[in-house]
């Protein structure tokens, strides 16, 4: 029979080691929210939940220029800390830094018909927007700029296309192209620079560009 060996003073046991390691836990996870206001969180929170993709610019109406938005620079400045609190939610913190924004990829999108649907209405716009820009002679690059991008005539010119009204009803755009930009303009996708012109945003013009690259290889 062997006799209970006393517990080493200087040795903790596994127990010891566990509760120290919880510490060293809950001191990194407290400093790491502490950093970050819970409204500022939550802001972000509402931006993905609404479908959008969180870009680097957005558009000031009010000044009529690109400015920097806080919350892409947060997600940025703390991106360990977020890609760790949204894996907890059961999703992945997507950063593109080609065209820089963020997205929130669910743990089911490869099986969501809705995220399917959604994704290929996103690109039915931007294909037929880019198709249109390209035939008029212009670069795709001047798509992505506040000067430049589609003006009122491109518009008008878009709505009396009845080929591509006829593409928009078939991806379920009822009312035209007016629903389809609104469609983009939800998700930051694009944005609207006056009454009668709008651009895309760098994530807009990143996923058109991939489309565009994918058309192409299909193509050679």
């Avoid at 950093?35 to 680097?56: K, M, T």
């Avoid at 690109?66 to 760790?84: D, E, G, M």
């Avoid at 009312?175 to 930009?181: N, R, S, T, V, Y």
Wanted: hydrophobic fraction near 35%; glycine fraction near 6%.
């Amino acid at each position: 029979m062997h006799r209970p060996t006393r517990k080493s003073d200087t040795m903790p046991d596994f127990s010891d080691a566990v509760d120290a390691g919880n510490t060293l836990d809950n001191a990194h996870s407290s400093s790491s929210f502490d950093e970050i206001l819970p409204a500022h969180s939550a802001a972000i929170y509402r931006e993905f939940q609404a479908g959008r993709v969180i870009v680097r610019d957005v558009w000031d109406s009010n000044r009529s220029e690109l400015r920097a938005n806080p919350l892409y620079n947060l997600l940025y400045n703390h991106l360990a800390h977020f890609r760790t609190f949204y894996e907890h939610l059961g999703s992945e913190l997507v950063f593109n830094e080609t065209g820089a924004f963020f997205f929130l990829k669910e743990s089911s999108d490869d099986e969501s018909e809705e995220h399917d649907e959604n994704a290929f209405r996103v690109q039915v716009v931007l294909l037929l927007i880019g198709r249109y820009f390209a035939r008029s002679g212009r670069d795709l690059d001047y798509l992505g700029r506040p000067d430049a991008g589609l003006n009122d005539q491109d518009l008008a010119a878009l709505e009396s296309d009845e080929e591509y009204q006829d593409i928009l009803r078939a991806a379920r755009f009822e009312k035209g192209l007016p629903e389809a930009l609104d469609y983009l303009d939800k998700r930051n996708l694009l944005f609207r620079a006056g009454a009668g012109r709008c651009f895309l945003s760098s994530a807009g013009r990143y996923f058109l560009q991939e489309l565009v690259r994918e058309y192409e290889q299909g193509q050679s």
